[in-house]
């Protein structure tokens, strides 16, 4: 069984690929919707969050943990890790960067993510460790989550796309051949931000992730998996937002709302 987590929805392009690539294995997903956003947060409130998070994932005794988090990833991942020395536990900045520079053109690769994520210079420190001569421009999109958040998803959504161009003006700019969407929100919007950089190469840290985690998984014995939903908030948003991008009916008594705080 595996555990995933996220601030709120985001998470759940990582759950989307791993049930494409790996069908029959039983997942648990929890998105803390009564506290999105984490990127805008301090370090420690993060490390704290995360934690809670960890605890209740472990405490559905699971068997693996992703954490599909872009803020989480690139400023926790060490101390949740240190807490849970057994668990394998997989982040989404080193699967994103090493995809980035292995389909890069002209060596010169945007990253937009949180902006924790963005301070934290994960991404930079990690492109740069697989090809130091990559060039690295990072933008800060703090409005892409609530936009995701509130059901601003659709491909032609005028809000959306007003956003988009906004913060990926100096990336277009850049020349750069490749976007990593380094908040596993932004896959939701892929296609207004493809809208903006037509052309660009997009690596989803996301699916990244999950891809480099079902690789390391031993086969599953059963063909279709289960899926349990947590989130820490009313469960309506989430279940409207989900369904769509899930492209599938998330019932009301599909979805839990628990109390993370006693986590």
């Known amino acids: 069984m595996i555990g995933i987590f996220d601030s709120g929805l985001g998470g759940l392009t990582a759950l989307k690929e791993m049930r494409r690539l790996i069908p029959g294995e039983d997942i648990v997903y929890f998105g803390d919707t009564g506290r999105v956003p984490y990127g805008s947060r301090s370090r ?21 943990v992703l954490i599909a988090c872009g803020t989480v990833s690139s400023t ?16 989404v ?7 980035a520079v292995r389909i890069t053109g002209n060596k010169k690769i945007g990253v937009i993510a949180t902006a924790t994520t963005i301070g934290s210079g994960a991404f930079r420190k990690k492109l740069l460790e697989a ?13 892409f989550v ?3 958040e509130n059901g601003f998803i659709s491909d032609d959504d005028e809000v ?7 913060y990926l003006a100096d990336i277009k700019a850049s ?42 998984l031993p086969p599953p014995e059963k063909k279709s998996g289960t899926v349990e939903y947590y989130v820490s908030d ?11 991008f899930l492209e599938t009916k998330l019932d009301d008594n599909l979805v839990t709302r628990i109390d993370i705080e006693k986590y």
């Open 146 to 148: 609530p936009l995701v």
């Open 76 to 91: 926790a991942i060490d101390v949740i890790r240190a807490e849970y020395p057994e668990t394998p536990i997989l982040g």
């Open 234 to 244: 009313e469960p309506y948003g989430f279940e409207k937002t989900a369904s769509i």
């Open 160 to 166: 959306a796309r007003l956003v988009a161009e906004r």
């Open 93 to 99: 900045v080193d699967s994103a960067a090493r995809e």
């Open 131 to 143: 090809d130091p001569g990559v060039q690295v421009y990072e933008t800060a999109c703090p409005l």
């Open 175 to 216: 020349g750069a051949d490749t976007l990593i969407l380094g908040c596993t929100h932004y896959p939701i919007i892929t296609g207004v931000i493809s809208k903006v950089l037509p052309g660009v190469k997009i690596v989803s840290s996301s699916k990244a992730a999950a891809e480099d985690l079902a690789k390391k």
């Open 44 to 64: 420690e409130t993060i490390i704290k969050y995360a934690l809670q998070d960890m605890n209740f994932l472990m405490s559905k005794k699971v068997d693996a």
